[in-house]
């Protein structure tokens, strides 16, 4: 009854949204590929973004995000050199943006690689071993939850000075511990299982164990998390630049753009609202990604 | 009070009533649109029961009895198609609507489940889930529904009555719930009860206690009552009539005495054999039917117990035999059915 | 009517598992606490950086700033400074601002309240709204209203809250001006209260919404689908909607309540940055500067309210489950 949530989760949308019940959806009436419109959407979306960040400003005439030209100041869109005009201080909106997604995108895909790497082996190894260690394991990863993490990141991203690595060592004390529960919870309930009872009985050794048995099994949960998590870390990567204490001024991040935007909304919005429709697609599109493999994932 | 020796169970096969069977099941068919096939549960099914009698319907897991059931009451998912005609007193039943057929579950027909550890909501009182039956279908205020509640746990020999009302599922043991979802099936004083698999997850004994208790009631109230189960034995010792189902058609139809004195179809036979007998020299082997119940996606051409029977010839995989009656009040669907022994 | 004289009295409850489970969750608490607050001064003092220098600024002398680092024994070794702090704190003194002297359960006593009614608020919002929202969706899986609520709620949920507050401030604030974009309570009255904590909440809130909305239907539905005491109550003849409200709501609450507790850590992460925005005095606004500051003692006393804040939120959300779920209210009686 109820969601059977692994005992003492993660909070954080990510974490819940990974773990959320099975329900069995209506029935897909299409046939083909068309079922697979839930994957394949987001799938290209986020592909296009990645293109557009990543890959274009290398080919594409692109000017520099940073450096403009004074005289260019709040040009309109699709004057001559911009192609969705110029910010205040005359660098080229369009750049910003491509390059401010670079930023923020590396950022979360950092972030979330290094929760599933290191947080994922610290969760399977805890709940592997049981007993003592694992005990520790879950008081200390308790005290990083009950942690309001954003103090930590804060105060890590304001000592050290903003910077684009800062900001991931301050957002993996957020991503790590939510892998690292996840992953215990996941082993934990693959301990039960009979294959598991099956391959220790037959004499095999722990380290092919994991490697060869838990692993498998559990990565599908922890990488439909990270997607998840991209969106998660791209939003709490624009607060930090929001707060200042993220991606540095004149670099660009979404966050910040945001921010600088504020104070001109009224004269010119599209400093605000472009970054921000930026991050909603971008966000939605992982939200929905992550979301499309959890319900293949469930399903099976 | 509680059922004293069985003696004899078998209830008289006497004259119809002149009114006309109770439930008569023409031709159900039963569809499921899953991914993008379509399953046939239910290919078929034919039986009528008249008041106050007990029909069984046995089959493996698979042959469609559960299903044919819920078709009945109209409780399958959307993603089930109905076809054929179930007339409850002369009243066809497919293709009312919900709401018509709201207000004929419970008051008409009533259900008992298999599993009472489930059946029952577990954060609502007893005496609550009770009274909540008898309240959908009468006007009564709280306290008589709730006396009546107490009545109704008295009528299924619940023992502490006043007690059980006030608690939960998970505080009764098994054979106490599955008495409180009689006595929910019985609040609004249903003429069928459907017993679906209604004792096969209590232990042996309790299935008994069970069983009685229905049969008692049955005679109380006047029921009919369908029992559905895997159980030939059990028929054997309750029901009047016994229709035999094998992927999701009847195979065999009889009045349970004639059934088991004249086993014709070979599926009921091994049903029969694989009844374990106090007779049989210890450490005999049980004879099990070899095979499993087929793809209901994908049903053979033919009589679908072909591949597993011991009898079965070319014709049988050709051709599907139609469910005729050979002797009187007997049907099968066999080409090469079981003789009698000499 | 119901006879009371039969139920399960308060002796029995005392036995309970309920009682032993909260007894229990209370004992590993304190441990976390001791450990948030270890992780915080620790996380504080060893990041590069001098309290002393930042406060007094650029121009401040040697000499001024050793002796302000002595006065407030800032050359301590860490873990001294770490047990004298403990101790104060469990006599109840949780310090002063390094910055402003002022005593640090002042400074939480001014900011606490205000925070407390924004997050109450903006769950307000999002609870109030999420109940009917996914019963309306659950009624009719695949249905208009449930498509509609998909999507909306999905897309709601990919927003970052702080641009949700920077577009309301500019189309309810600036545009058509109904409600401030700054907060004003000057009046102190519950009406300007209201008005001036809307928008924030609803930036928080509205998030929280679609996701508490999603996690609600996915819950009723599972219930609908895969419980056999739903088709129990239906066989009986019980309508639909009363089979979702009497029967799958009350068994699906206990998951949205757990998820609600154990999010509230984020909750405050939010608050903190919609705080910054709307420049809400809560203690968020307070702890940005704190950290600025390098102030630790605030920081720390902050720290510790919020830590305890979220213990609190677990142990309540595991107590309510205790006590709701009358599989552990009352444990098995005699058969």
């Known amino acids: 009854m109820g969601a059977q949530l692994p005992e003492g989760e993660a909070g954080g949308v990510a974490a819940t949204l990974a773990v959320a019940p099975t329900v069995a959806e209506p029935a897909a009436r299409r046939r083909g590929w068309t079922r697979n419109l839930d994957l394949i959407i987001p799938g290209a979306l986020v592909g296009l973004l990645l293109f557009l960040c990543f890959v274009w400003p290398l080919f594409g005439t692109v000017p520099p995000p940073t450096g403009g030209n004074i005289l260019d100041a709040n040009a309109p869109s699709f004057s001559e050199g911009h192609f969705l005009g110029a910010d205040q201080v005359g660098n080229d909106l369009w750049s910003r943006l491509l390059y401010g997604g670079r930023n923020s995108l590396e950022i979360a895909f950092a972030v979330n690689v290094i929760g599933l790497v290191v947080g994922g082996l610290l969760g399977a190894f805890a709940a592997f071993w049981g007993s003592f260690v694992d005990t520790v394991t879950m008081r200390i990863l308790d005290v990083l939850i009950a942690f309001p993490s954003l103090v930590l990141a804060l105060a890590i991203a304001q000592s050290l000075g903003p910077s684009k690595l800062h900001t991931i060592y301050a957002l993996c004390f957020f991503s790590v511990p939510a892998f690292a529960r996840l992953a215990r919870a996941q082993t934990l309930r693959l301990r039960e299982r009979p294959f598991m009872l099956a391959a220790g009985l037959a004499g095999t050794r722990a380290p092919r164990i994991l490697l060869r048995h838990v692993a498998p099994n559990i990565l599908p949960a922890l990488v439909t998390f990270a997607l998840l998590g991209v969106g998660v870390t791209i939003i709490l990567e624009g607060a930090l630049s929001f707060l200042g204490l993220g991606v540095p001024p004149p670099e660009p991040s979404w966050g910040n753009m945001i921010f600088e935007g504020q104070a001109v909304m009224s004269a010119e919005p599209k400093l605000v609202l472009l970054p921000s429709a930026f991050l909603f697609v971008t966000v939605l599109a992982f939200n929905l990604l992550g979301d499309a493999l959890r319900a293949r994932g469930n399903a099976s | ?342 | ?335």
């Open chain 2, 1 to 342: 009070m509680s059922g004293g020796a069985p003696a004899d169970v078998r209830v008289e096969v006497g004259a119809p009533p002149a009114t006309g069977p109770l439930l008569e099941v023409g031709d159900l068919r039963v569809d499921f649109r899953h991914g993008g096939r379509t399953i046939r549960a239910v290919n078929g099914l034919s039986y009528a029961l008249s008041v106050g009698r007990t029909l069984a319907l046995i089959g493996e897991s698979g042959s469609g009895k559960t299903v044919s059931s819920r078709a009945i009451m109209g409780l399958l998912p959307p993603s089930a198609t109905v076809s054929g005609s179930v007339r409850f007193e002369g009243e066809e039943l497919l293709g009312l609507s919900d709401k018509a057929m709201r207000r004929r579950r419970g008051a008409d027909i009533a259900m008992v489940f298999q599993d009472p550890s489930r059946s029952l909501n577990p954060t609502m009182r007893i005496g609550a889930q009770i009274a909540e039956a008898v309240r959908v279908h009468a006007r009564v205020d709280r306290a008589a529904a709730r006396d009546r509640a107490l009545e109704l746990l008295k009528l299924v020999r619940l023992p502490s009555p006043e007690q059980r009302l006030h608690e939960y599922a998970h505080q009764l043991s098994g054979g106490m719930r599955q008495r409180v979802v009689i006595a929910i099936a019985l609040a609004s004083k249903p003429r069928l009860l459907i017993a679906d698999e209604a004792t096969t997850a209590l232990d042996v004994t309790t299935q008994a206690q069970i069983m009685e208790l229905l049969r008692d009631l049955q005679r109380q109230l006047g029921m009919a009552l369908v029992m559905i189960s895997h159980d030939l034995g059990l028929a054997a010792s309750f029901a009047d009539e016994v229709v035999v189902m094998y992927a999701g058609r009847a195979v065999e139809q009889a009045p349970t005495r004639e059934l088991f004195a004249h086993v014709r179809m070979p599926y009921t036979k091994a049903l029969l054999d694989a009844i374990p007998r106090v007779e049989r020299p210890p450490h005999t082997p049980l004879p099990v039917v070899a095979g499993r119940p087929p793809d209901l996606a994908a049903l053979p051409a033919g009589c679908p117990f072909a591949p597993r029977c011991p009898n079965a010839q070319d014709m049988c995989r050709e051709t599907a035999p139609p469910l005729e009656e050979g002797s009187p009040g007997h049907r099968w669907a066999c080409w090469y059915p079981c003789e009698d022994a000499a």
């Open chain 3, 1 to 335: 009517m119901t006879d009371q004289a039969v139920r399960p009295g308060p002796a029995i409850a005392l036995r309970s598992p309920a009682l032993r489970l909260i007894g229990n969750r209370l004992a590993t608490a304190i441990p976390v606490l001791f450990g948030v607050t270890f992780l915080t001064f620790a996380v504080i003092q060893l990041l590069p950086g001098d309290a002393a220098q930042q406060l007094l600024g650029i121009n401040a002398t040697q000499e001024q700033v050793q002796e302000f680092r002595d006065k407030l024994n800032l050359d301590d070794p860490f873990l001294v400074r770490y047990f004298h702090w403990l101790g104060d704190v469990l006599t109840g003194n949780l310090g002063n601002s390094l910055a402003s002297d002022q005593p640090v359960t002042s400074i939480l006593s001014d900011g606490l309240p205000t925070t407390f009614q924004l997050l109450a608020y903006a769950l307000f919002i999002s609870l109030v709204l999420t109940v009917p929202l996914a019963l309306l969706a659950a009624r009719n899986p695949g249905g208009f209203v449930d498509r509609v609520g998909m999507v909306t709620s999905m897309a709601g949920l990919s927003v970052a809250n702080y641009v949700l507050a920077v577009v309301l401030v500019y189309v309810f604030a600036v545009q058509l001006g109904w409600l401030p974009a700054i907060y004003t309570n000057d009046t102190g009255t519950p009406g300007e209260l209201i008005k001036s904590l809307t928008l924030p909440a609803i930036a928080i809130g509205f998030p929280l919404f679609c996701f508490y909305t999603r996690l609600l239907r996915a819950d009723i539905l599972e219930q609908m689908q895969g419980e056999d005491y739903v088709v129990t109550a239906k066989a009986k003849g019980v309508g639909p909607w009363r089979v979702l409200i009497r029967h799958a709501l009350p068994n699906s609450l206990f998951g949205l309540l757990t998820i609600v507790a154990l999010n509230i850590g984020t909750l405050i992460g939010a608050t903190v940055i919609i705080e910054q925005i709307f420049a809400v005095p809560g203690i968020g606004h307070s702890l940005l500067e704190a950290i600025n500051n390098r102030d630790v003692p605030v920081v720390e006393g902050i720290v510790l309210v919020l830590a305890v804040v979220v213990v609190i939120a677990n142990l309540l959300a595991d107590v309510l489950y205790a006590v709701l779920d009358p599989r552990i209210r009352y444990g098995r009686s005699a058969p």
